[in-house]
């Protein structure tokens, strides 16, 4: 059962070249998130999505779009990207609000 | 505005100790609490899911406790070994977003 699974696992920009970070899910998850993790910081919420169709901005949602077009995917865009963008990306899945989580591997993004 | 604090930052044991980490969290209208393990450059694997109205959950060597009114939980590690060494954070999920709440984790060293 692969869960949540993240494309690419490493990656390198530019300052102002954009990309989209890959994530699905196999466990048809209602819930998806995404979320950036900076060093001796918790996890920070950058948008989130109650269901296909559906996205809501998080704690830090500046810099980024996402969508939900299929229950099953969750991509986020960078566009323009910035050196405080330099992060580790994850995405995580839940059936519903109140239920456990489920993460991806993460993407460690390095803008220069 | 839910905050959640983890304390040690760092712990260092040898093995074979019994270990106590601690989470607090300064609201306590939440819907659980999850406990997670994070290896260097890895992603997050959950470790246990506390419901709210549920005072504590076991798996394997690992006991969670929490006691929402004072706003605080703990990871118990029976018999540590070398393979625990790793990051462990906490989150909480408030009753008012459909988010998790991180701490910034305590990082895990278990020696020979």
């Known amino acids: 059962n692969a869960g949540v699974t993240q494309t690419p696992k490493f990656r390198i920009l530019k300052i102002g070249q954009s990309m989209t970070l890959q994530c699905a899910q196999d466990m048809n998850h209602n819930y998806m998130y995404w979320y950036r993790q900076d060093p001796g910081m918790g996890l920070k919420l950058i948008y989130y999505s109650v269901g296909a169709g559906i996205t809501d901005k998080g704690e830090v949602p500046n810099g980024y779009n996402v969508s939900r077009s299929t229950t099953e995917d969750f991509p986020l865009r960078l566009e323009l990207a910035a050196p405080s963008q330099t992060s580790v990306y994850f995405c995580?899945?839940?059936?519903?609000?109140?239920?456990?989580?489920?993460f991806g591997q993460g993407t460690r993004l390095t803008v220069v | 505005k839910q905050e959640v604090t983890q304390i040690p930052a760092a712990l260092s044991v040898p093995e074979g100790e019994n270990l106590v980490l601690n989470c607090s969290f300064t609201?306590?209208?939440?819907?659980?609490l999850q406990w997670f393990r994070q290896d260097p450059g890895k992603g997050l694997t959950s470790l246990l899911l506390?419901?709210?109205?549920?005072r504590e959950q076991t798996s394997g060597r690992l006991n969670a406790s929490l006691d929402k009114s004072s706003g605080r939980s703990t990871l118990y590690i029976a018999a540590s070994q070398p393979g625990d060494s790793a990051t462990y954070l906490c989150?909480?999920?408030?009753?008012?977003?459909?988010?998790?709440?991180f701490g910034t984790g305590t990082r895990l060293q278990v020696t020979l």
């Open positions: 995580a899945s839940s059936t519903d609000r109140d239920t456990e989580a489920f």
């Open positions: 506390i419901q709210s109205s549920q």
């Open positions: 989150a909480v999920r408030p009753v008012t977003a459909s988010k998790l709440t």
């Open positions: 609201d306590s209208a939440i819907y659980n």
